[in-house]
T-cell receptor, first 117, second 110 residues
Framework: GAGVSQSPRYKVTKRGQDVALRCDPI?????LYWYRQALGQGPEFLTY????????KSGLPNDRFSAERPEGSISTLTIQRTEQRDSAMYRC???????????????FGPGTRLLVL | DAKTTQPNSMESNEEEPVHLPCNHS???????IHWYRQLPSQGPEYVIH???SNVNNRMASLAIAEDRKSSTLILHRATLRDAAVYYC???????????FGTGTSLTVIP
């Protein structure tokens, strides 16, 4: 079946612009995670949802970053007034089970590479 | 604060077993140990996970020390397709977060 999809795959923007990154989880998956990955580093947790409820946003770097999942399916990560330091790969993952379940396995999307000029 | 410690890189000959170590000395009693791997230019993919007992699946085996302060991912016969960065992750039971760390880059030599 279809895996996790993300769009756009690449985004180049100018400093100060807002960007919206989209994640389409695997159908029926209840949990959705957002990560940021710098080159040569492992993914860094940003936030996660169980259904439409944002359970933990402690990883969001500052208040320019926000995420929503209004209907418990597609999610959008928004970065306002982008800065060059926001340049990274942004990855989304979904899980069939609720976050924290013993058998939880996360399925990752291909990511959106963001470049802020 | 690092949750897990792994060697930066390892090499293995093709078709030989590979033992990838991980230290997690701050693990608590309810934290699960997960392993994911990331092939070049791809997102991470699940490999295996465990709590206390050793685990086997079609991809690998996970050996967990008795005190749970370390674990080892075992690839029984490395293939060229196993060349990837392997992440040892603690899923902290109180927070449901995955801490990936920097992982071990595995090179498989033909």
């Amino acid at each position: 079946g279809a895996g996790v999809s993300q769009s756009p795959r690449y985004k180049v923007t100018k400093r100060g612009q807002d960007v919206a990154l989209r994640c389409d989880p695997i159908s029926g998956h209840v949990s959705l995670y957002w990560y940021r990955q710098a080159l040569g580093q492992g993914p860094e947790f940003l936030t996660y949802f169980n259904y439409e409820a944002q359970q933990d946003k402690s990883g969001l770097p500052n208040d320019r970053f926000s995420a929503e999942r209004p209907e418990g399916s597609i999610s959008t990560l928004t970065i306002q007034r982008t800065e060059q330091r926001d340049s990274a790969m942004y990855r989304c993952a979904s899980s069939l089970r609720l976050a924290g379940a013993a058998q939880e396995t996360q399925y990752f999307g291909p990511g959106t590479r963001l470049l802020v000029l | 604060d690092a949750k897990t410690t792994q060697p930066n890189s390892m090499e293995s000959n093709e078709e030989e077993p590979v033992h990838l170590p991980c230290n997690h000395s701050t693990i608590s009693g309810t934290d699960y140990i997960h392993w994911y791997r990331q092939l070049p230019s791809q997102g991470p993919e699940y490999v295996i996970h465990g709590l206390t007992s050793n685990v086997n699946n079609r991809m690998a085996s996970l050996a967990i020390a008795e005190d749970r302060k370390s674990s080892t991912l075992i690839l029984h016969r490395a293939t060229l397709r196993d060349a990837a960065v392997y992440y040892c992750i603690l899923r902290v039971n109180t927070g449901n977060q995955f801490y990936f760390g920097t992982g071990t880059s595995l090179t498989v030599i033909p």
